[in-house]
């Protein structure tokens, strides 16, 4: 699949980039050879091949012990902030 110019425009408007006009053929090669090799995997037979649940199936990963390694110093904190809330931080509002 190839994108043109003018959708990669519109990718990046959605996007909130902001594209120099040298910058959008390297975008639209780049991603277009992403939707190829997407395209191309959508065409692979999986017909028979089971899911792979987990990559190390089999195996045992060692993971620590769940466990507190530092105290709670959420008060501390929130002592520097200019304002909290129910133990909560109170930002102002920068979406309408």
Known sequence: ???????????????RLELDAAEIPRY????SSILGLVSELERVNTDGIAPM??????????????AVSSPNLRQL???NAPQVDAGLYVVPKVIE
């Not at 699949?1 to 996007?15: P, T, W, Y």
């Not at 649940?53 to 769940?66: K, Y």
């Open 1 to 15: 699949m190839s994108l043109s110019s003018k959708q990669i425009e519109g990718i990046a408007h959605l996007a």
């Open 77 to 79: 904190l929130q002592a």
């Open 28 to 31: 639209v090669d780049s991603l």
């Open 53 to 66: 649940a987990h990559p190390l199936e089999g195996q045992v990963q060692r993971l620590r012990a769940d």
